[in-house]
């Protein structure tokens, strides 16, 4: 994991997308085991609360699942879960902005014609 962070939101948030990210993209899979709490809070010299506190909220999302003695594992919805929630996401946050946007600027028949261009329909 890349140890640069931004001061647009706390650490343990940023972790926790970062995890986030790694599943969505199938870098972390069902059954997959989560880095040590340890590991990862030398990897980027973070203190280990931050990372725990970043696994705690994974955990309560049901993303992942503590094994007592063994660690904490990728639940085996959690890619359809996330996938779920972060569409719905875009949808109610991000795409009104970025409609928005496009309107603003005149580029609604631009980017549908690039699509048709491509043989995007």
Same mark, same amino acid.
């Given at each position: 994991?890349?140890?640069?962070?931004?001061?647009?939101?706390?650490?343990?948030?940023?972790?926790?997308?970062?995890?986030?990210?790694?599943?969505?993209?199938?870098?972390?899979?069902?059954?997959?085991?989560?880095?040590?709490?340890?590991?990862?809070?030398? *990897?980027? #010299?973070?203190?280990?609360?931050?990372?725990?506190? $970043?696994? &705690?909220? =994974?955990? !309560?999302?049901?993303?992942?699942?503590?094994?007592?003695?063994?660690?904490?594992?990728?639940?085996?919805?959690?890619?359809?879960?996330?996938?779920?929630?972060?569409?719905?996401?875009?949808?109610?946050?991000?795409?009104? *902005?970025? #409609?928005?946007?496009?309107?603003?600027?005149?580029? $609604?028949? &631009?980017? =549908?014609? !690039?699509?048709?261009?491509?043989?995007?329909?």
């Amino acid at each position: 994991m890349d140890p640069d962070w931004n001061d647009s939101q706390p650490i343990y948030r940023q972790l926790r997308d970062r995890v986030v990210a790694m599943i969505l993209e199938g870098h972390l899979k069902e059954g997959d085991p989560l880095p040590s709490v340890r590991n990862v809070a030398t *990897e980027t #010299r973070i203190n280990p609360l931050t990372v725990l506190k $970043a696994y &705690q909220q =994974l955990e !309560a999302e049901g993303l992942v699942e503590k094994r007592r003695g063994l660690g904490m594992f990728i639940r085996p919805d959690a890619r359809e879960l996330l996938l779920a929630t972060e569409r719905e996401k875009f949808l109610t946050e991000q795409w009104p *902005e970025i #409609r928005a946007t496009i309107h603003r600027l005149g580029l $609604a028949e &631009q980017l =549908l014609g !690039a699509g048709r261009s491509r043989g995007e329909d």
